[in-house]
């Protein structure tokens, strides 16, 4: 019988041990703990490799690639939006992802990353928002109450406090599917009827809307003084779902700018209007929110340096658990230059 080399095993983790490694943790304590690693990534932010994602779009969504390396570490994700997927009983998005070692080029793990994007995606909303939010901030309007509209609550709970919620969706079934998933978890939740009354008091506007679509999800009037806006549903081309007035009121941060004039709201906007990447922020030379009164917004289309730390923090958190399978995905043959020899001589399979 053939025996399998270390060399040959990478760690993976599925959809059934993603859960059981999120639930161990605990939801909260995660999303807190993976917002901490991305705030640490971001804040070395220069020794990264950063690239747009290479999009391949069709009529139907777009298939992308992200890759980044500090140098020491390799990690990619692979990522799907296909919003028409959910009248076909899928996902809209879906993802995988791996983590390699630079020095030698080999895979240290290979993760199912559809439920690790939604988490990242929430866990960085909250990171930026400690920063950009107002102080004392307690209510959060969710505009779009699709599979990322209780991570976003869970993770602004966790790390900010928010503790109420006015939930919109035109889909009156999405609101209450939000509703019923996050009452027993103790938010003061109230579903609306409009995304103007959805906005009322609120201190926290999160829109995350899927439709690939120009869109106006948020009009100039329904934003007041003061409010900070959490942008997320735009991620592509001609998808954006705030009005353009909004924009030119607000302090704009991004994360990478080069990928967000394409992909973001600011697609509305000449591409030399100034926004701010937020690890500056994080660095120190520029300022998050300076005044009360002032609009902020992080127009975040997912990057893919918050997808390495999330698979950093995952390969940390498995660590003495039985939460992954060793996947023989590597060839290792005795003699390096001898991999057709170690073809030859493998046994046959049973006939």
Same mark, same amino acid.
């Given at each position: 019988?053939?025996?399998?080399?270390?060399?040959?095993?990478?760690?993976?983790?599925?959809?059934?041990?993603?859960?059981?490694?999120?639930?161990?943790?605990g939801v909260e304590r995660f999303l807190t703990e993976l917002a901490d690693y991305i705030e640490e990534d971001?804040? $070395?932010?220069?020794?990264?490799?950063?690239?747009?994602? #290479?999009?391949?779009?069709?009529?139907?969504? #777009?298939?992308?690639?992200?890759?980044?390396?500090d140098g020491t570490l390799y990690g990619f994700k692979y990522v799907n939006g296909h919003p028409k997927n959910?009248?076909?009983g899928k996902q809209t998005v879906t993802a995988f992802g791996v983590l390699a070692d630079v020095g030698s080029?080999?895979?240290?793990?290979?993760?199912?990353?559809?439920?690790?994007?939604?988490?990242?995606?929430?866990?960085?909303?909250?990171?930026?928002?400690?920063?950009?939010?107002?102080?004392?901030?307690?209510?959060?309007?969710?505009?779009?109450?699709?599979?990322?509209?209780?991570?976003?609550?869970?993770?602004?709970?966790?790390?900010?406090?928010?503790?109420?919620?006015?939930?919109?969706?035109?889909?009156?079934?999405?609101?209450?599917?939000?509703?019923?998933?996050?009452?027993?978890?103790?938010?003061?939740?109230?579903?609306?009827?409009?995304?103007?009354?959805?906005?009322?008091?609120?201190?926290?506007?999160?829109?995350?809307?899927?439709?690939?679509?120009?869109?106006?999800? =948020?009009?100039?009037?329904?934003?007041?003084?003061?409010?900070?806006?959490?942008?997320?549903?735009?991620?592509?081309?001609?998808?954006?779902?705030?009005?353009?007035?909004?924009?030119?009121?607000?302090?704009?941060?991004?994360?990478?700018?080069?990928?967000?004039?394409?992909?973001?709201?600011?697609?509305?906007?000449?591409?030399?209007?100034?926004?701010?990447?937020?690890?500056?922020?994080?660095?120190?030379?520029?300022?998050? $929110?300076?005044?009360?009164?002032?609009?902020?917004?992080?127009?975040?289309?997912?990057?893919?340096?918050?997808?390495?730390?999330?698979?950093?923090?995952?390969?940390?958190?498995?660590?003495?658990?039985?939460?992954?399978?060793?996947?023989?995905?590597?060839?290792?043959?005795?003699?390096? $230059?001898? =991999?057709?020899?170690? =073809?030859? $001589?493998?046994?046959?399979?049973?006939?």
């Amino acid at each position: 019988m053939n025996t399998i080399s270390p060399l040959a095993i990478v760690p993976f983790v599925s959809v059934d041990n993603m859960m059981r490694l999120v639930l161990s943790v605990g939801v909260e304590r995660f999303l807190t703990e993976l917002a901490d690693y991305i705030e640490e990534d971001f804040r $070395r932010w220069p020794t990264f490799d950063k690239t747009p994602r #290479v999009a391949s779009h069709s009529v139907d969504g #777009v298939i992308e690639l992200m890759p980044t390396s500090d140098g020491t570490l390799y990690g990619f994700k692979y990522v799907n939006g296909h919003p028409k997927n959910m009248r076909e009983g899928k996902q809209t998005v879906t993802a995988f992802g791996v983590l390699a070692d630079v020095g030698s080029g080999y895979p240290m793990l290979l993760s199912e990353m559809t439920l690790l994007t939604a988490l990242r995606t929430g866990a960085t909303s909250a990171m930026a928002a400690r920063r950009l939010a107002p102080q004392g901030a307690s209510t959060m309007a969710i505009i779009g109450n699709g599979a990322q509209s209780e991570f976003q609550a869970l993770a602004f709970g966790a790390i900010l406090g928010i503790r109420n919620l006015r939930l919109y969706d035109i889909d009156p079934a999405a609101t209450e599917k939000c509703r019923r998933n996050l009452a027993p978890l103790g938010f003061s939740i109230t579903p609306c009827r409009t995304g103007q009354e959805a906005v009322e008091g609120a201190d926290v506007i999160t829109t995350v809307t899927a439709d690939k679509q120009y869109a106006t999800i =948020l009009t100039d009037n329904m934003v007041g003084s003061g409010v900070h806006i959490n942008a997320v549903g735009g991620d592509c081309p001609g998808k954006t779902e705030l009005h353009r007035d909004i924009l030119k009121r607000s302090s704009i941060f991004v994360e990478y700018a080069p990928q967000t004039r394409v992909e973001g709201e600011i697609q509305q906007l000449p591409a030399d209007h100034p926004v701010t990447e937020f690890w500056e922020v994080l660095d120190g030379a520029v300022p998050g $929110r300076t005044s009360p009164g002032e609009v902020t917004l992080f127009d975040s289309v997912g990057f893919a340096i918050e997808d390495f730390s999330a698979l950093r923090y995952v390969r940390d958190k498995l660590a003495g658990t039985s939460f992954y399978q060793e996947l023989d995905l590597l060839a290792d043959p005795d003699e390096p $230059r001898d =991999l057709f020899g170690m =073809l030859v $001589r493998a046994e046959p399979a049973a006939t």
